[in-house]
């Protein structure tokens, strides 16, 4: 069990607030996780997605609690992904039908929760040293190159949100710049070398910087051959879905040139927060004008973010924000699992709970 640390910054930024990483784990599991390892999102209808289930087993890992991970594990496996993941990638949505039935509600997969599954089995299987886990895995990673990656011409290996049509109707190729974290590329690149992961891990930064021209990440972009980049049908807007770009490029090696490239592509939302207190919940990316204020899952995501490019001021602002919005009779930050979700990745790694090295390998605080 992880023993109580403070969520802090450095003594020049500000003192220790109250909330833990540990709190809040055990409140996220109190409020979005069932009995059977089941996550719950009740602003969706109490549905439960591939995204949720993935989160969940990467907390579980870093918190060292093998019995959870494979009760979180095995509920998805069976509910989700016919009984076997290495087999059949796992449905992106489960709840109840309107017949008033439980069960899948998608028969589609989403590649962000199937990579962050495939990547976290496999860091499970060596700390834990289980052939098992990489089995299922190395498994997941066939899967998804098969059916959740095509070769975009004049780019190369092209990561779609799923194996859906709609993501190449039209003569362009649909990506979500949020689901594929360069932690997990590059550690890909090593695990799967024959994999597309090496070349998608090199394309990120041009990615990020051909899509950003004010310094903002959109959420869904598309790429056309012979044409290049052009907005999605989804629109321009960057909100929940890259907000996540944020909280990974913070979290990326901060001696990589990669990741000071991305840092550099998103300095939109460092010059925003000069001006604003709080980020924005929705840009315009092809305009740079903002619109509302985000959620408290917002704050947290951007720790990283402001950490890494030495924002004291305002990684204080931010963390003002996070010690206010705490609620300790429910050990987080409201009943919204998409804003605890984002602390917990934020805090963990804030509070250096766990890492990545420079070849995206997972580090954590009870091997060391």
């Known amino acids: 069990m992880i023993t109580a640390m403070f969520f802090m910054v450095s003594s020049a930024v500000a003192e220790p607030v109250t909330p833990t990483w540990t709190q ?4 996220f599991q109190s409020h979005f996780m069932d009995w059977q390892g089941r ?5 969706e209808g109490g549905v439960s997605t591939s995204e949720g289930q ?6 579980a890992l870093v918190a060292n609690d093998q019995a959870l991970f494979q009760k979180i594990m095995t509920w998805t496996q069976d509910n989700m992904a016919q009984g076997n993941m290495a087999q059949h990638l796992p449905i992106w949505r489960w709840g109840k039908t309107p017949q008033g039935h439980w069960g899948p509600l998608s028969g589609a997969s989403a590649s962000d929760a199937d990579l962050w599954l495939a990547y976290t089995l496999l860091q499970a299987g060596h700390l834990w040293h289980s052939a098992h886990y990489i089995q299922i895995g190395q498994g997941m990673l066939r899967l998804i190159v098969q059916k959740e990656v095509v070769d975009a011409p004049g780019w190369g290996p092209f990561l779609l949100p799923g194996p859906s049509p709609y993501w190449t109707a039209d003569g362009h190729f649909i990506t979500n710049p949020s689901y594929a974290p360069l932690f997990i590329l590059r550690y890909l690149a090593d695990a799967d070398p024959q994999g597309p992961w090496r070349a998608m891990a090199q394309h990120l930064p041009d990615l990020l ?3 950003s021209p004010h310094g903002y990440v959109p959420d869904w972009i598309a790429y056309r051959p012979s044409v290049g980049w052009e907005m999605a049908p989804e629109g321009p807007l960057g909100s929940f879905n890259a907000i996540r770009c944020y909280l990974w490029a913070g979290m990326a090696s901060e001696k990589s040139h990669a990741s000071s490239r991305m840092l550099r592509a998103s300095r939109g939302m460092i010059a925003y927060l000069k001006t604003h207190t709080y980020p924005p919940e929705y840009i315009n990316t092809l305009s740079g004008q903002a619109q509302g204020v985000g959620p408290v899952g917002f704050s947290a995501a951007l720790l990283p973010y402001l950490k890494v490019t030495n924002e004291k001021a305002l990684l204080t602002t931010q963390y003002q924000r996070l010690q206010e919005a705490w609620e300790p009779a429910v050990q987080g930050y409201s009943f919204h699992y998409y804003d605890n979700a984002l602390a917990l990745f934020s805090f963990g790694f804030m509070d250096h709970l766990y890492g990545f090295t420079s070849n995206g390998t997972l580090w954590v605080f009870w091997e060391h």
């Open 24 to 27: 809040l784990w055990h409140g």
């Open 54 to 59: 993935s989160y969940a087993l990467f907390f």
């Open 39 to 43: 996550i719950i999102d009740p602003d």
């Open 209 to 211: 910087e051909d899509i």
